[in-house]
């Protein structure tokens, strides 16, 4: 399958409120990749946020890094992003660029120390993943940390199962054309698969997480019941979890912290 860029923008822009909605009220698939960003940047970073959306990932690690840069194919997204910038004072800290990850020529080689690209991109890019993923790694300075997410095959499989849907969880089985609940053409990805290719385009993989392990991939309204009580102890779970060995791949998405070497 050919990635289309004008396919993906026309979607997002079609789509941008429920965006920015999503990031705002935070899911876990939302969630998982936050708290391995807080883990590991550290305040030196100078940060690319890739497929940055409306922003919100940058707004928290501008709080604990010296620079964001927010890049993202998508104008009407953009629009939002920085309008939530702008409403938290960050517009100093944080420069919002619009691009694509195919093709990252307006940054210099080694400018990041830390590389974000969360959400499904690396998905959508189809058949110049490894070309985004060298596009990444090119704008990586030397041990440059590397945090990507990206739809996992065994996920959507059981997803489909779940509902009952044997014959279409059979074709993802079958690396069929995948449309996913976003309505746009993505790439599934297996755990293995995305180590591998991260490896052999010169990273060393420091964890690897599923997103989410036991809550609903987008679906909030059961977390906005539950009490303040019952969400800790629900992230509790979510993030003791997401990386054990066994959970691997059996969320929607699959998160990876890399090392540039
Ligand atoms: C699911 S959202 C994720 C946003 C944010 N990173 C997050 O995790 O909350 C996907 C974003 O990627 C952007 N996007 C998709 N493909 C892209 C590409 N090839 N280059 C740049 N941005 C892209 C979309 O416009 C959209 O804003």
Redesign the pocket.
């Known amino acids: 399958m050919q990635y289309d860029?004008f396919a993906?923008?026309e979607r997002?822009e079609q789509i941008a409120d429920l965006?920015d909605k999503?990031?705002k009220e935070g899911s876990f698939r939302?969630l998982i990749?936050r708290y391995f960003i807080k883990k590991y940047i550290t305040r030196d970073d100078i940060v690319l946020?890739?497929?940055?959306?409306?922003g919100?990932?940058a707004i928290i690690m501008a709080l604990s890094c010296k620079s964001v840069t927010l890049?993202?194919?998508?104008p009407g997204?953009l629009d939002r992003a920085r309008t939530n910038i702008a409403l938290k004072g960050l517009t100093d800290k944080i420069r919002v660029v619009e691009?694509?990850?195919?093709d990252l020529a307006a940054f210099c080689d080694a400018t990041f120390s830390f590389i974000?690209c969360?959400?499904?991109?690396l998905s959508?890019?189809l058949d110049l993943r490894e070309r985004?993923i060298q596009e990444l790694l090119r704008v990586a300075k030397i041990g440059a940390t590397i945090i990507v997410?990206i739809q996992s095959k065994c996920g959507m499989i059981a997803s489909k199962i779940r509902k009952g849907l044997i014959k279409e969880a059979f074709e993802i089985h079958k690396n069929k054309p995948f449309t996913d609940g976003?309505g746009v053409r993505s790439h599934l990805y297996t755990v293995g698969e995305i180590a591998n290719l991260l490896r052999k385009l010169g990273c060393q993989i420091l964890e690897t997480a599923t997103s989410p392990v036991f809550a609903h991939t987008t679906d909030n309204s059961n977390i906005y019941r539950k009490n303040d009580e019952e969400l800790k102890l629900l992230e509790t779970l979510e993030y003791g979890y997401c990386a054990k060995q066994e959970l691997l791949g059996q969320g929607h998405h699959i998160v990876v912290v890399a090392r540039e070497m």
């Open positions: 860029p993906i923008r997002y965006e999503a990031e939302v990749p946020d890739a497929a940055g959306g409306t919100i990932n890049v993202d194919l998508a997204i691009g694509d990850i195919t974000v969360v959400g499904a991109a959508y890019v985004a997410q976003m």
